[in-house]
C-alpha cells in the first residue's frame, strides 16, 4: 500500500463560519461584562435622558407654548446624542479598557492567534463587543425617541423636510460609538493593566477638554476647539443636526478630520500591538 505524504495544512473553516471567526470573541466579551449587575445598572442610567426628552415632546404637544424654549425639531435629537458623551465615556471604560489589556496580561491574547483566527478577527471581535454595548447608549435610546416622539408628535416630525432625522441619529450614533471604541481598544493594546487604559480613556477625553476651556479664555481660535476630541465629537453632531455654531467654532470639517484621523491612529496602534508572539526587550 503506498504511503502518501502529509505535509502541514493550514485549518480552514467551513465556508458559512469563514466571516463570522469574529463572533466568538464578541459574544465572550459581551458575556464577561453583562453578567455584572453594576454595569446593568450604569446602561440603565445611560437611558434616563431618552425618558427626559420624551417627556419634553410630551410637554410641547400639551403647551406649543413650551417649543420656544425646548423645540421638537432635529434639533432635540442632536442635543441628546451629544448629550450622550459623558455616559458613553463611562461605559467604553468599564466596558473596554480591559478587552485587549486584560489578553496582554494573562497571555490569552497567544492562544486566540495560535488558532485559526487572524488579528483582524480579534480585533474585530473585541471592537464588535464595544461597539455593540455602546450603540445601545447612542442608536437605540435614539431611534425609540425619534419613534416615541412620531407616534407623540407626527405633526411636527413626520414632515418631508425633517426625513434626515432618523439617518442622521444612525450616522451619529455610528461616529460616537466608533470613534470611542476604536480610542478604547487602542490604549487597552498599550498596556496590560486595564485601570491604566481606563485613566488614560479619562484623561485623553475629560482632560483635553478642560484645556481646551482654559486655553480659550488666553487664545480663542477656531483651531483651538479641534483640541479636545470631546468637542470634535460635539461639533460634528452639531453639524448634522443643525445645531448653530457659536463664537468661533470651526466648520465640522476640522473635527472630522480629527476624528477620522484618530480612527486611523487608533488602528495603526492596533496593528502593531496585536501580535502572536510577544517581543521582550
Known sequence: MPIYDQAYRKYEARGALRQLRFWPITREGLRLVLVKRWFLALLAVAWLPMVVRVVQIFIVTRYPEASRIAPVDGRLFGEFLNGQIAPLLLITIFGGSGLIAGDLRSGAILVYLSRPLTRRD??????????????????????????????MAPELLLKWSLAWIGPAIVLHSFVLSLVMSLVALALSSLTKSARVAGLAMFALLVALFLVLLIVRLIYDAPSVFLLSLWNDLTLVGGALFGIARQGTEPHALGPALVLAATCLGSLAILRARVRAVEVVR
Do not use: D
Not at 122 to 149: E, F, I, M, R
Open 122 to 151: 480579534y480585533v474585530l471581535g473585541k471592537l464588535g463587543a464595544l461597539l455593540a454595548l455602546n450603540l445601545s447608549a447612542t442608536l437605540a435610546p435614539g431611534l425609540l425617541l425619534y419613534v416615541a416622539g412620531a407616534a
